[in-house]
């Protein structure tokens, strides 16, 4: 199915331009995931006639096998966007057992230069390789200017009374055409020649990396180079990419190390960097095309961010086991730290792949900050004082997280990454200084996971990708006859469970938000058990079948949950705001999860509810019970780093710590309880089980491609699912986005 010839169709209060890709409900871009507007196409084009679920599949998914609920997503999606008709009925009618049919009058339009215009004054979408767009909509607010909106109401009046006149035979109303049209050139003369158009009107995206394998990127103060990270095959490698010339330069080859945390010295001369070493951050300073890299600091939690003047560094540490997060700032060789600002538990800085950013005139350090509180757990924009480490939010918005940052060379304000709800894409944002305005750079369905500006504030790198995943089944853990039985993006990403009669429950984002769905182990069956429009996951099935148990945001925090294997009579289990993570008892009588708004340790509370209790006082996360019942398994933080401890399922001291730490900390029992399994860290791709007694661990699959997200054995031990995938993840060059 294509929809790039050029067709217009008008229906009740919208607008449908096949070429353009774009839906307008009066006059208004509305925002439709790929899939969905082409569904919306092939109703459309066959309006009035019924279409059965065969066609559209073949339409819609043509070279790809895809099972019936998807296109009942998207049809659900269609119905929630485009509502219901003057008569209150809606577009789309279901004819049981057989399609769907679109009900609504269709009219085809023709389409003409002026109607060119006007769609491209109103179109608000990011172009690819240098592919430029014209627009007046802000990207991603669907919010025009006031005046833009005047001229462009006069406009559309001028274009439907030429379209009307230029119909006429006689030389007259030729003659009326001809004028009415250069009063809409003159007008539109005057709508582009304006001076005060608003930020991100015009941007160009150059994809500088198409192998889908960059994980980190930075540029020049001087737009020259890109530094970036490339991973394959479970090593990473760092690169020099000269941007006018095209040319790359490897710096560092490949090596069994994890590398990030790009930042160019604002001289142009030197390149910082993260290495992880024994699961701790360490910073290093090159030279920017190459040379002997130079150990600064041990132990660091984001990236740094420099001072104007380059003769000092700030980045972020997290103490665990205190409840508490810093910002931290240091000489330029990483000597004489001292903590500028402390959050203490609820409050916290984020870390990871976050970072702060010293504005251009050295008195302010913006920074990723959060809290969980009454009503959630959210973060926002904190602006800290070098001078005494005060502290302030500078915009009331809210975001469940915010990650990378950089200023404009004026100080005018900054440019992030920002994920507005826990199941969205991460996007690039504007917040402006001292104003504390939002604006939204990006708006589809790609993330962007870093930030890094030119001195003049022109262009910006950023890393674009995307997650593919699917559910795998290998009997008794044979990976040459694993069977890929559910494809969808992200679809038990955040949570794998098997129910006692060998069904799967999984989480799947097909309806925009985290859901739990259930299934055969053969794919089919598959039925949707929570569709509140809240984020519901990390599902795990009781031991006798009656329960699911899971995590979700639905009473406005983040709680332990337990519902029938049905998905009805959903119960609130606990109520304290920040409980993560839940895994059930063997004896379906106890659930253990991790609590904690700072200092993360493990409880455990009924499954019918009632008072919870505290199962340690170390700072613990990630709960796996043992297949007896007598131990738990879980991260562990040390002062070093973070290594795995088993716990007497009673509570009291751990009575192990093995080395053990796998990508997200994802660790679980092997069905003989003897050995614990986790992802190799080289290349995530194949599960590696560690004894409890400390004996050499062996690998447990032989993958050759995709990393392993999730795994979960079945109750008997005999059938392994796993979720496989990749995150597809290039370098993009934003140039014109203010």
């Not at 600064?296 to 420099?306: E, F, K, Y």
């Amino acid at each position: 199915m294509s929809s790039s010839e050029k067709h217009l169709y008008e229906f009740g209060e919208f607008r449908l331009d096949t070429a353009e890709r774009l839906l307008l409900r009066n006059g208004k871009p509305v925002s439709l995931p790929p899939k969905v507007f082409d569904t919306l196409v092939v109703l459309i084009q066959h309006s009035g006639h019924l279409l059965d679920k065969e066609l559209l599949m073949r339409e819609l998914w043509p070279d790809a096998f895809v099972e019936d609920v998807n296109l009942s997503v998207n049809i659900s999606a269609l119905r929630k966007t485009l509502g219901e008709d003057e008569n209150g009925k809606s577009f789309i009618e279901t004819i049981p057992k057989r399609g769907y049919r679109f009900t609504a009058q269709v009219s085809e339009l023709e389409s003409g230069p002026e109607d060119l215009i006007v769609h491209n004054r109103i179109r608000a979408h990011i172009v690819t390789e240098e592919l430029e767009t014209s627009a007046n909509v802000a990207i991603g607010t669907g919010a025009w200017e006031p005046q833009t909106q005047i001229d462009a109401a006069r406009l559309s009046i001028l274009e439907r009374f030429v379209d009307k006149n230029i119909r006429y035979k006689r030389a007259g109303g030729v003659a009326l055409a001809l004028f009415m049209i250069a009063v809409a050139g003159f007008s539109l003369y005057k709508l582009i020649g304006r001076k005060t158009v608003a930020p991100f009107e015009t941007m160009k995206i150059t994809r500088l990396t198409s192998n889908g394998k960059a994980v980190d990127a930075a540029i020049s103060p001087d737009g020259r180079y890109v530094a970036y990270v490339m991973a394959d095959s479970g090593q990473q490698s760092l690169w020099m990419r000269q941007v006018a010339a095209a040319s790359n330069i490897q710096i560092i080859p490949p090596a069994d190390v994890r590398w990030g945390g790009l930042t160019i010295s604002t001289d142009g001369d030197y390149l910082y960097y993260l290495a992880e070493e024994q699961t701790a951050g360490v910073l290093y300073k090159m030279p920017i095309l190459g040379g002997l890299p130079r150990r600064l600091v041990w132990d660091i939690d984001s990236l740094v961010t420099l001072s104007p003047d380059g003769k000092r560094l700030a980045f972020l540490r997290g103490y665990p086991a205190a409840g508490q997060s810093a910002l931290i700032v240091a000489k330029a060789d990483g000597a004489s730290e001292q903590k500028l600002s402390i959050r203490n538990d609820p409050d916290f800085f984020s870390g990871a792949e976050d970072a702060p950013a010293w504005s251009p005139d050295g008195t302010i350090i913006a920074c990723p900050a959060g809290t969980t509180g009454a009503d959630g757990s959210y973060m926002g924009v904190l602006e800290v004082r070098v001078q005494d480490g005060s502290a302030k939010l500078l915009t009331p918005q809210r975001w469940w997280r915010v990650g990378r940052m950089a200023w404009l060379r004026d100080g005018s304000g900054l440019v992030f990454t920002g994920q507005a709800q826990e199941s969205g894409p991460s996007q690039l944002w504007y917040l402006s200084y001292p104003g504390g305005e939002v604006r939204r750079i990006t708006n589809d369905l790609n993330d962007y996971r870093s930030v890094s500006l030119t001195a003049d504030g022109t262009s910006l790198v950023t890393v674009q990708s995307g997650l593919i995943s699917s559910i795998w089944i290998a009997p008794n853990g044979d990976t040459q006859h694993a069977k890929g039985i559910r494809a969808n993006n992200a679809d038990g990403v955040e949570g794998i469970s098997w129910t006692p009669d060998g069904r799967l429950v999984y989480t799947s984002r097909a309806s925009g938000h985290s859901d739990i769905w259930i299934m055969d182990q053969d794919g089919g069956n598959q039925k949707q058990l929570t569709a509140d429009g809240s984020n519901n996951k990390w599902p795990v099935a009781s031991a006798d079948g009656r329960y699911i148990i899971f995590m979700s945001d639905r009473a406005g925090l983040q709680n332990i949950w337990r519902m029938d294997i049905d998905g009805n009579n959903p119960q609130e289990l606990t109520v304290g705001g920040s409980e993560w993570l839940p895994d059930c008892s063997p004896d379906s009588q106890w659930v253990i999860y991790r609590s904690g708004f700072g200092k993360q340790t493990l409880w455990k509370v009924s499954i019918d509810g009632g008072e919870p209790a505290q199962v340690n006082d170390k700072a613990s996360s990630r709960p796996a019970i043992s297949p007896d019942g007598k131990w738990i398994a879980c991260a562990y933080f040390d002062r070093e780093r973070i290594k795995t401890a088993v716990y007497p399922f009673a509570g009291g001291e751990p009575v192990r710590i093995l080395d053990v730490s796998s990508p997200n900390f994802y660790v679980r029992w092997t069905p003989d309880g003897l050995a614990l399994a986790h992802m190799d860290r080289q290349t995530h791709r194949n599960i590696v089980s560690q004894p409890i007694d400390g004996g050499p661990p062996k690998p447990l699959t032989d993958f050759q491609s995709d990393q392993i997200f999730r795994f979960a054995w079945s109750r008997d031990g005999k059938q392994l699912a796993l979720v496989r995938g990749n995150m597809i993840s290039d370098v993009v060059l934003i140039r014109n986005f203010r």
